[in-house]
T-cell receptor
Framework: AQSVTQLDSQVPVFEEAPVELRCNYS??????LFWYVQYPNQGLQLLLK??????LVKGINGFEAEFNKSQTSFHLRKPSVHISDTAEYFC?????????????FGTGTRLLVSP | DVKVTQSSRYLVKRTGEKVFLECVQD?????MFWYRQDPGLGLRLIYF???????EKGDIPEGYSVSREKKERFSLILESASTNQTSMYLC???????????????FGPGTRLTVT
């Protein structure tokens, strides 16, 4: 079974500052990793995913994440945030060779960008 | 552009009522999912379907059932609604995994259900 920990429930940051949203996972098998974003009153939208290959993954809206197998982490970063990045961010893990496509989500981190 | 639609954005029902939440996707995806989202708990999988008339229980299936009579439509049924089922319900769909790994799940906008 897999689990995901997002330790920060809320991250306040000023506009144009850098931000890192932390994600750690636990799994007995190799995993695929995802970050989703949920803007107010909307469903979830994929930001980026790690399937294999380069551990640095670039996504939409200037976000990137780095897969660190030894640390079992997949932290999300953006060098300069905008007001429009205010949203909730979910990290998710999918175990390889699982019976079906069961994504396990973290509890989410609310990013609050202020002017 | 993939579109997942849900029948209602907001729904208010009374305790004991039978509730139907409908989800439709237009991209011929094999897999469809129902999640509930609660503050501090993230998303939890209720049921999953990988084909017409096929379903698998997720992590919290108690009090829910599902129906998938057509590939594009996946319904969540609350047999007898209770106040602890007040939540945001999200539907998602995806293709079957390819040789390079899984495809992303596409989400609908959600239905906020209040049971009084």
């Amino acid at each position: 079974a897999q689990s995901v920990t997002q330790l920060d429930s809320q991250v306040p940051v000023f506009e144009e500052a850098p931000v890192e949203l932390r994600c750690n996972y636990s799994s007995s098998v190799s995993v695929y990793l995802f970050w989703y974003v949920q803007y107010p009153n909307q469903g979830l939208q994929l930001l980026l995913k790690y399937l294999s290959g380069s551990t640095l993954v670039k996504g939409i809206n200037g976000f990137e994440a780095e897969f660190n197998k030894s640390q079992t982490s997949f932290h999300l970063r953006k060098p300069s945030v905008h007001i429009s990045d205010t949203a909730e961010y979910f990290c998710a893990v999918l175990g390889m060779n699982t019976g079906f496509q069961k994504l396990v989500f973290g509890t989410g981190t609310r990013l609050l960008v202020s002017p | 552009d993939v579109k997942v639609t849900q029948s209602s954005r907001y729904l208010v029902k009374r305790t004991g009522e039978k509730v139907f939440l409908e989800c439709v996707q237009d991209m011929d995806h094999e897999n469809m999912f129902w999640y509930r989202q609660d503050p501090g708990l993230g998303l939890r999988l209720i049921y999953f379907s990988y084909d017409v008339k096929m379903k698998e229980k997720g992590d919290i299936p108690e009090g829910y059932s599902v129906s998938r009579e057509k590939k594009e439509r996946f319904s969540l049924i609350l047999e007898s609604a209770s106040t602890n089922q007040t939540s945001m319900y999200l539907c998602a769909s995806s293709l079957e995994p390819g040789t390079r790994g899984p495809y992303e799940q596409y989400f609908g906008p959600g239905t906020r259900l209040t049971v009084t």
